[in-house]
């Protein structure tokens, strides 16, 4: 079974700091990493997406960074605002499906 | 345009009962998926389609069935309900082949009793 694991299940950080979550994959038959947030009560929406053939990818506050060798990757909120308190998922995806982490629940004190 | 619409939005089953959840888009999408969402195990596929009157198995489709008699629906049905079915599922859709760009619908919470 393909799986994505995703750490930590949840975190906590102050107004205007750096949040991280990262993930791991175990199957390189995969043709892209994307990263959805989900706001309670709603569906996910795509945040940021990275190819495996790069290395970083930067938009706005939020970077995404690609170690293929490692099969990790992570994601990079820059000044982390209380408007970003949602629940952040990674996935790996090839062909027509993909694989989601657990999810990582984010809260931004003000 | 609605993008995603989801029915009905919340939905108490009694164990042994059956029920059909409706998905639509209004984007033109030839890829259809249905997810569901349980804590502490992100989303998991369940079917997904390609295109209109197509269906593939997912990840767990084990007491759930599909049709996609239209480009635009996406219909879920379980034929007889288990309380291992209370989960809330995400319908979503995608317009390329590499997938990896879904949009998601608001979901359907489902206690099953």
């Known amino acids: 079974q393909q799986q994505v694991k995703q750490s930590p299940q949840s975190l906590i950080v102050q107004k205007g700091g750096i949040s991280i979550i990262n993930c791991a994959y175990e199957?390189?038959?995969?043709?892209?990493f994307p990263w959805y947030q989900q706001f309670p009560g709603k569906g996910p929406a795509l945040l940021i997406a990275?190819?495996?053939?790069?290395s970083e990818k930067k938009e706005g506050r939020f970077t995404i960074s690609f170690n293929k060798s490692a099969k990790q990757f992570s994601l990079h909120i820059m000044d982390s605002q209380p408007g970003d308190s949602a629940t952040y998922f990674c996935?790996?995806?090839?062909?027509?499906?993909?694989?989601f982490g657990a999810g990582t629940r984010l809260f931004v004190k003000a | 345009n609605a993008g995603v619409t989801q029915t009905p939005k919340f939905r108490v089953l009694k164990t042994g009962q059956s029920m059909t959840l409706l998905c639509a888009q209004d984007?033109?999408?030839?890829?259809m998926y249905w997810y569901r969402q349980d804590p502490g195990m992100g989303l998991r596929l369940i079917h997904y389609?390609?295109?209109?009157?197509?269906?593939a198995k997912g990840e767990v489709p084990d007491g759930y069935n599909v049709s996609r008699l239209k480009k635009q629906n996406f219909l879920l049905g379980l034929e007889s309900a288990a309380p291992s079915q209370t989960s809330v599922y995400f319908c979503?859709?995608?317009?390329?082949?590499?997938?990896?760009?879904?949009?998601f619908g608001p979901g359907t919470r489902l206690t099953v009793t």
């Open positions: 979503a859709s995608g317009r390329t082949m590499t997938g990896y760009e879904q949009y």
């Open positions: 199957n390189t038959a995969f043709d892209y």
């Open positions: 990275i190819r495996p053939d790069v």
């Open positions: 996935a790996a995806t090839g062909g027509f499906k993909t694989i």
């Open positions: 984007m033109n999408h030839e890829y």
């Open positions: 389609s390609v295109g209109e009157g197509t269906t």
